[in-house]
Each structure stands twice: as structure tokens, then as C-alpha cells.
């Protein structure tokens, strides 16, 4: 067929009535396509679904091989009083489950999980590598062939990858990733891979006693608990597309037990060390005999390296004990000479500092000029290099 005689069909998209998933979505869920979502045990896979199910417009029928049915009412209870048209099947024989797709013909369907169901057509196990892809190929294929949007639940592996085999990721249309820390309630819906959409995109959930709330102002969780002592510093991040201004806490002390302890929790290790050792080669700080922790406040992982010039700043403050001014935030990459870099997006870092009340941000010097945004009340203090950052911060 030439590609000209195509007639340009647009990609209908079905709300799930839930903001953030519909956002990772990139704007809902699209007919006859299939939707892989893992996550650690316990971070609250089924309970999302779940909810999705529940406030979904038509017919959804949820297959749950984990628990029974009983149990999944039990939570359907709890985080939703309303009235829907979910049917609960607790199967894990796909033949079985493709019948019951026949009877109830839903236009929806939650497969919980893709490690717990079997086919026929193979002898071994579930949850082994040939079931897990052979079924989720029958699902596919049960999507495609009549239309009807279908989300698998992936179990992860401890090394945080989806358990099962990669080429899963390649017969899916979309991969989410549901993470947080299991000690904090937010999580964060990711997408890793969209047909269909942008990868950049993320959604935020507080999880509750009555389930997953969609969060709209992520500050509230981030920053709420901020403290105005050394070693605090905000740095104006960006996951995936969302502005985010979060925390960064130091602490820098003697090192009690002869070699100096270093960890980081949220921030990468490495990437700690590097600074730490850009601090002593470029602005002569010696942080030689200190144990340094560094934390991301909230439980958040961050990889922006926009962070970078936060986490000096924490870093230097907390060598130093000096408070950081009030109401600031920091966004810049530090280079291995000292030197402060450009960052992605950010008229939109100073735009969410803004809004959020704060009164002046350090920027990269190199990018000042290109800066396409009306300051407003904010102050923007440029800075080129981590000396020039030490001198006008203390
Ligand atoms: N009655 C309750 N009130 C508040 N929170 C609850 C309640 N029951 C369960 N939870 C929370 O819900 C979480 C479990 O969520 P869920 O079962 O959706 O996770 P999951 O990712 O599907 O886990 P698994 O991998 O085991 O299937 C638990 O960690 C628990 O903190
Ligand atoms: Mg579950």
C-alpha cells in the first residue's frame, strides 16, 4: 500500500478519568493497544488499576491471578464508593480468560499479572520467560483483533528491571514504571516507551488510606518540610517535563571512624564524589577527613544535572555552617573544571520557582542572555563558575 493512499486516521484516545495516567499516556488510553506496568512489590500497582477500573466509562473486566476476589473488593472498597461496571475474574489460564473476554466483551482489560498467567500451548511453568512472552503475545494480538485497550501488570526484578524478558518490552505498545520510596507515600508514574506518545511525561500520586491521589502540586510534598538550617539547598529540577523544586540536604562532619564515610541517598554516588572533588581542586575546600551524606529530600530520585549546582551549594554550606539565603534555588550542571553549564528548559525552572514564591535563583551565566522570560519579581544571579557561586551565596 503506498504510504500516500493512507488516509491520515488519528489516534483516538479514551480518558481514564484519572489526570496523571491519562497525562503518561500522553492524553488516555488508546483502543487496541497494550500497556506494560511494573513496579516494586507493594508500591501499589493493583491498587492504581484498580481505581483506573473503577472510574472507568464502560465495561472493564480485571483478571487478577494474585488475589481473590474477595480481596480485590475489599480494596475496591476502600478506595471508591461509586458505582461501576468492573468484572472481576480470578483466573490465571489465558484460554479461560480469552472466554471470558467473549462473555462480558469489555472495553477494557487489566491483566494483574502477566507472571501469574499460563497458556495451553506451553508446558513450563507461569512466570517463565517463554509463558510470560507467549502470553503477553496473545494478549496482543486479543488487543489488536478486537480493538480493546489492554494493561498488564509486570512484576520487577531486584535490580529494578521488568522481570520477564526484554522482548516484552518490544511486543507492548507502552511501558509504565510505577516507583517511590516504600517509606514515603508519593510515587511516581513514569513512562519508559509510548507508541503513542512522549516518554517525558510523569505523573505524581500521594498514596492514601483511600488509594492513589493524583498530586497537581507536587511542591507541597517536596518541600513542605524544609528546613532553614546549613546544609539545605533547593534545586530547580525537571523530571521528565514537570518542574520540580526539591530539597537537597548535606551533612559534612569529622570522620569519627578513621576512613570518611560518603553516601547518598536519591543523588548518585558517584556523581557526589566528582563534586566533592571539583569543590577541593577549584575552590580549595577540603572535604579530605569529612564523612559527607547527602539526601534528596521526600524519598526522590534524581538525575537532572541540573541538580548539581543545589548540591554544591548543600555541600558547601553544610562544610561551612552557613544558612543559604531565604527563598532560593539553584539550576545549573557543574563541569569538571568548575565551570557552571547550561541546563534544558529554563525559563520553566524560573517560571515554577516563581510561582512557588521564591525570590531569586542562580543560573548559569552562559544562558542568562539567551533568556527569553520577563524576571518579574524573581532575581536571577548568574554565575559561571562554583567560585563565583561560593562568593555570592556566603
Ligand atoms: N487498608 C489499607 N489502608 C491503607 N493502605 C493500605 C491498606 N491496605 C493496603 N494498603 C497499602 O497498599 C499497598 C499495596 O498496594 P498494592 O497491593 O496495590 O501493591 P502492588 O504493587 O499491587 O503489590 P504486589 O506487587 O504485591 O501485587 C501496601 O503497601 C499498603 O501500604
Ligand atoms: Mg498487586
Redesign the pocket.
Known amino acids: 500500500m503506498a504510504l500516500d493512499s493512507i488516509l491520515p486516521g488519528a489516534i483516538v484516545r479514551r480518558s481514564s478519568h484519572d489526570v496523571e495516567f491519562d497525562r503518561v499516556l500522553g492524553g488516555g488510553i488508546v483502543p487496541g493497544s497494550i500497556t506494560l506496568i511494573g513496579?516494586?512489590?507493594?508500591?501499589?500497582?493493583?491498587?492504581?488499576l484498580?481505581q483506573v477500573a473503577l472510574s472507568w466509562q464502560g465495561k472493564v473486566l480485571y483478571v487478577s491471578g494474585?488475589e481473590s476476589a474477595e480481596q480485590i473488593k475489599m480494596?475496591a472498597d476502600?478506595v471508591n464508593q461509586q458505582k461501576s461496571q468492573t468484572y472481576i475474574l480470578a483466573e490465571t489460564h489465558l484460554e479461560a480468560v480469552i472466554k471470558e473476554v467473549g462473555v462480558v466483551e469489555p472495553d477494557l482489560i487489566i491483566v494483574?499479572?502477566i507472571q501469574t498467567v499460563y497458556t495451553n500451548t506451553l508446558e513450563s511453568a507461569p512466570g517463565t520467560v517463554s509463558q510470560v512472552r507467549d502470553c503477553t503475545s496473545i494478549l496482543q494480538r486479543l488487543a489488536k483483533e478486537q480493538n480493546i485497550p489492554v494493561i498488564v501488570?509486570g512484576?520487577i526484578t531486584k535490580e529494578g528491571s521488568l522481570a520477564g524478558p526484554k522482548i516484552l518490552e518490544h511486543v507492548v505498545d507502552t511501558v509504565l514504571q510505577?516507583e517511590g520510596d516504600?517509606h514515603h507515600s508519593f510515587r511516581i508514574l513514569r513512562t519508559l516507551k509510548n507508541r503513542f506518545g512522549s516518554t517525558d511525561e510523569i505523573g505524581i500520586y500521594e498514596?492514601?488510606?483511600h488509594g492513589m491521589i493524583p498530586v497537581e502540586n507536587p511542591f507541597k510534598i517536596f518541600l513542605q518540610e524544609k528546613s532553614n538550617l546549613s546544609g539545605s539547598a533547593v534545586a530547580a529540577t525537571l523530571e521528565g517535563q514537570r518542574p520540580m523544586l526539591i530539597e537537597v540536604q548535606a551533612l559534612v562532619g569529622n570522620a569519627v571512624y578513621g576512613t570518611p564515610q560518603r553516601s547518598t541517598t536519591g543523588f548518585d554516588l558517584r556523581r557526589m564524589h566528582m563534586l566533592l572533588a571539583v569543590l577541593e581542586k577549584r575552590c580549595g575546600l577540603f572535604f579530605g577527613q569529612m564523612d559527607v551524606f547527602l539526601n534528596i529530600a521526600g524519598g526522590l530520585r534524581v538525575t537532572d544535572p541540573a541538580t548539581d549546582l543545589a548540591v554544591v551549594a548543600a555541600l558547601v554550606s553544610s562544610l561551612e555552617d552557613l544558612t543559604m539565603p531565604p527563598q532560593t534555588c539553584l539550576a545549573g550542571e557543574v563541569g569538571l573544571s568548575g565551570e557552571i553549564r547550561s541546563v534544558q528548559r529554563l525559563e520553566q525552572r524560573i517560571a515554577e520557582a516563581g510561582r512557588l514564591g521564591f525570590e531569586q535563583i542562580f543560573i548559569p551565566a552562559a544562558q542568562a542572555t539567551a533568556l527569553d522570560v520577563k524576571p518579574g519579581s524573581m532575581r536571577l544571579v548568574q554565575v559561571g563558575h562554583i567560585q563565583e557561586l561560593y562568593d555570592q551565596l556566603f
Do not use: N, Y
Open positions: 513496579g516494586q512489590p507493594g508500591i501499589g500497582k493493583s491498587t492504581l484498580l494474585e480494596r476502600r494483574d499479572s501488570i512484576h510505577f516504600r498514596m492514601m488510606q
